[in-house]
């Protein structure tokens, strides 16, 4: 839903005089109107930012642009309860497992970012291959399978065709390219809590974009 006026403001993270990036406007919803406050002050003339508050997967995806420095930028890793499952006849089991443990979808997608992040990710997957333990967070029995989360998510980039690419305009490829590059920048970030390495197909990937060069 598009809001007059308000959906014209361009986004950015805006670092506060603390050091902090300055959360989202405050709305305030009245009977027959709402009342939309920025969160910092400006001077007359300056240009009006707003901080959406989402990773680039998002701004890429439904607005077209990314940011460089996004601290809600992550890994997007979703469809993990369409691969198939050892454990069919226990699905009612692990759907109530789901559930006891606050996924209120069976099927959720996840933003891995940190370890936070990967703890919620880890207890998902031992929960849906029936692993025992809850609420355990990162441990060695879910880390091959997270692994495999990622490759799969990775393995997208290497799909990647040069002779499709050249139907979008310089710019866009420009954008998605930026895009792919700081997501393996975030993936590295994961690597000193995983402990592996997905180089081979950042190189397959980057292949794909020579022309651009």
Same mark, same amino acid.
């Given at each position: 839903?598009?809001?007059?006026?308000?959906?014209?403001?361009?986004?950015?993270?805006?670092?506060?005089?603390?050091?902090?990036?300055?959360?989202?406007?405050?709305?305030?919803?009245?009977?027959?109107?709402?009342?939309?406050?920025?969160?910092?002050?400006?001077?007359?003339?300056?240009?009006?930012?707003?901080?959406?508050?989402?990773?680039?997967?998002? /701004?890429?995806?439904?607005?077209?642009?990314?940011?460089?420095?996004?601290?809600?930028?992550?890994?997007?890793?979703?469809?993990?309860?369409?691969?198939?499952?050892?454990?069919?006849?226990?699905?009612?089991?692990?759907?109530?497992?789901?559930?006891?443990?606050?996924?209120?979808?069976?099927?959720?997608?996840?933003?891995?970012?940190?370890?936070?992040?990967?703890?919620?990710?880890?207890?998902?997957?031992?929960?849906?291959?029936?692993?025992?333990?809850?609420?355990?967070?990162?441990?060695?029995?879910?880390?091959?399978?997270?692994?495999?989360?990622?490759?799969?998510?990775?393995?997208?980039?290497?799909?990647?065709?040069?002779?499709?690419?050249?139907?979008?305009?310089?710019?866009?490829?420009?954008?998605?390219?930026?895009?792919?590059?700081?997501? /393996?920048?975030?993936?590295?970030?994961?690597?000193?809590?995983?402990?592996?390495?997905?180089?081979?197909?950042?190189?397959?990937?980057?292949?794909?974009?020579?022309?651009?060069?």
């Amino acid at each position: 839903h598009l809001v007059p006026l308000l959906d014209l403001v361009n986004c950015a993270e805006v670092v506060g005089s603390t050091g902090n990036i300055i959360a989202p406007h405050v709305t305030q919803k009245e009977v027959d109107h709402v009342i939309t406050r920025a969160s910092f002050s400006y001077k007359h003339g300056d240009q009006i930012f707003e901080n959406y508050s989402q990773p680039n997967y998002i /701004y890429f995806m439904f607005h077209g642009f990314i940011l460089e420095n996004n601290h809600k930028d992550c890994i997007l890793i979703d469809r993990v309860g369409h691969l198939e499952s050892q454990h069919v006849d226990k699905t009612e089991s692990i759907e109530k497992r789901l559930v006891q443990n606050g996924f209120e979808s069976l099927s959720p997608s996840f933003c891995l970012q940190d370890k936070k992040t990967l703890n919620r990710f880890s207890n998902y997957l031992r929960i849906k291959n029936n692993l025992p333990g809850d609420r355990l967070g990162l441990g060695e029995d879910v880390r091959p399978l997270i692994m495999n989360e990622i490759e799969r998510r990775l393995l997208l980039h290497k799909s990647v065709n040069r002779f499709h690419l050249v139907r979008y305009p310089i710019a866009t490829l420009h954008v998605m390219k930026r895009f792919i590059d700081i997501e /393996y920048s975030n993936l590295h970030k994961l690597n000193l809590l995983l402990s592996t390495n997905f180089t081979g197909l950042q190189t397959s990937m980057n292949e794909a974009f020579l022309f651009l060069t």
